[in-house]
């Protein structure tokens, strides 16, 4: 019944040579799953920065080679090095709307996005339980600065990716038994379980037109990693 979440895709390349080499540095082969899991979850929220790629639809080996991700990216690189350790995992869809990304998406930009954003988190089993790893996404880092910045801030934090109930205390560390989230109080709708990011994609990509996908690509995204480089330096009052 498992083998379903556990199968190579197109975007789950995880036999790609990166992916396995990174697999073998950290020997993670070595630990238990829990271990395993909390290794590559760490990895994925931390090491690979928080940044907006060209397309949602890339595979997890160029998501690592790139070195960042967003919600989708990150999922697909982390399914991706689950299933390398033979860690059964699927992909839960949904839509987000798109205040949540207030002060690093702003004017034209903010304008240019559709109301409500493609969204997913990854679903793992282990220790015969599904978890939800949504706290992937934001690097801690990142995370520090707005927290720093809005320290008085209190309840529910909507912006800059986030939409949270406490941005003081998010549960973004994975601890063995629990589920993680840093933008579930932004969800808007809900698609559902799907056994991989390729069958997600193919039904629900971004509303975007081919025009401004291509701009989005080629320069929006860009002028939002600068804006997210910024905050985490605790540049606010440079962001565009």
């Not at 271990?35 to 931390?46: H, M, Q, T």
């Not at 720093?148 to 998010?170: M, R």
């Not at 601890?175 to 933008?183: A, L, R, S």
Request: aromatic share 12%.
């Amino acid at each position: 019944m498992m083998d379903r979440y556990l199968v190579k895709t197109h975007l789950l390349d995880f036999e790609a040579e990166n992916i396995q080499q990174l697999v073998e540095s950290r020997h993670w082969r070595t630990l238990s799953e829990n271990e395993k899991v909390k290794s590559i979850y760490n990895f994925v929220r931390d090491e690979i920065e928080f940044g907006f790629n060209e397309d949602d639809s890339l595979t997890a080996s160029s998501i690592l080679r790139s070195g960042y991700g967003q919600c989708n990216t990150k999922s697909i690189l982390f399914m991706a090095l689950l299933r390398a350790l033979q860690i059964p995992c699927r992909l839960h869809g949904f839509t987000i709307d798109k205040t949540l990304q207030k002060g690093i998406m702003n004017g034209m930009l903010y304008e240019r996005m559709p109301k409500e954003i493609s969204h997913t988190w990854v679903e793992a089993y282990i220790d015969g339980q599904w978890h939800n790893f949504e706290g992937v996404i934001l690097d801690l880092p990142y995370l520090s600065a707005l927290q720093k910045k809005y320290a008085d801030h209190n309840g529910v934090f909507i912006g800059y990716g986030v939409a949270i109930e406490e941005l003081q205390s998010p549960p973004v560390e994975w601890n063995g038994n629990n589920d993680t989230y840093i933008q579930r109080a932004g969800i808007t709708q809900d698609f559902g379980l799907f056994d991989d990011p390729d069958s997600f994609f193919a039904k629900h990509s971004q509303k975007l037109s081919d025009e401004d996908k291509a701009l989005f690509a080629n320069n929006l995204r860009h002028k939002i990693n600068k804006n997210i480089t910024k905050i985490r330096q605790q540049n606010f009052s440079e962001l565009e």
